[in-house]
């Protein structure tokens, strides 16, 4: 089945503790982004990735990091997360830039 | 700054109606356009896509697209309470060695029975 897949779907952790949260797409696509979403402000860009080691700031990409060393996975770090990092996340792919993107299940994090 | 407007809603319509939802765009340079719907508490999932001036047609779902007006929008024929869920409007903007997608806040639709 054709899908991206995100881990964890949930994390509660404190200010300043490490965090990588996964995605994965088995599509073969090219074009993969993450995205954080929070009521009121919708779904706002953190960082995306045009192809294998090739990454770029989205909107919001401060306190963030992501690596592309493979073409199926695109990690978020986090290096110490903060309160107002807590948010609902999304990770999403698509088959080339500006093509129909689809997305993960998400991820909730609380930042305590 | 590249900005997606949509009206927050909710926007409410009986069963069977036509519900029309709308956007606008910033950037006159945007180049790719979509329509998701977010139910609650999950992830968008996407109903259309359109890159030209005019038209298309999926099913119950119709996109227009106004490259001059910088407006999108989407219409919902023989709407049904399962349609009830947060629309969201997405615009891309590509270049050479980028690519974006902007987010509109959403619309929420209410269909009721």
């Known amino acids: 089945e054709a899908q991206v897949t995100q881990n964890p779907r949930y994390l509660i952790t404190v200010t300043g503790k490490k965090l990588t949260v996964t995605c994965s797409q088995n599509m073969n696509h090219e074009y993969m982004s993450w995205y954080r979403q929070d009521p009121g402000l919708g779904l706002r860009q953190i960082y995306y990735s045009m192809n294998v080691e090739v990454t770029d700031k989205g909107d919001v990409p401060e306190g963030y990091k992501v690596s592309r060393k493979e073409k199926r996975n695109f990690p978020l770090i986090l290096e110490s997360p903060s309160p107002n990092q807590t948010s609902l996340y999304f990770c999403a792919s698509s088959l080339s830039k500006g093509n129909e993107q689809f997305f993960g299940p998400g991820t909730r994090l609380t930042v305590l | 700054q590249k900005e997606v407007e949509q009206n927050s809603g909710p926007l409410s319509v009986p069963e069977g109606a036509i519900a029309s939802l709308n956007c606008t765009y910033s950037?006159?340079?945007?180049?790719?356009f979509f329509w998701y719907r977010q139910y609650s508490g999950k992830s968008p999932e996407l109903i259309m896509s359109i890159y030209s001036n005019g038209d298309k047609e999926d099913g119950r779902f119709t996109a227009q697209l106004n490259k001059a007006s910088q407006y999108v929008s989407l219409l919902i024929r023989d709407s049904q309470p399962s349609d009830s869920a947060t629309y969201l409007c997405?615009?891309?903007?590509?270049?050479?060695?980028?690519?974006?997608?902007?987010f509109g806040k959403g619309t929420m639709l209410l269909v009721s029975p």
């Open positions: 997405a615009v891309s903007l590509l270049g050479r060695g980028y690519s974006t997608l902007t």
């Open positions: 950037d006159r340079g945007s180049q790719s």
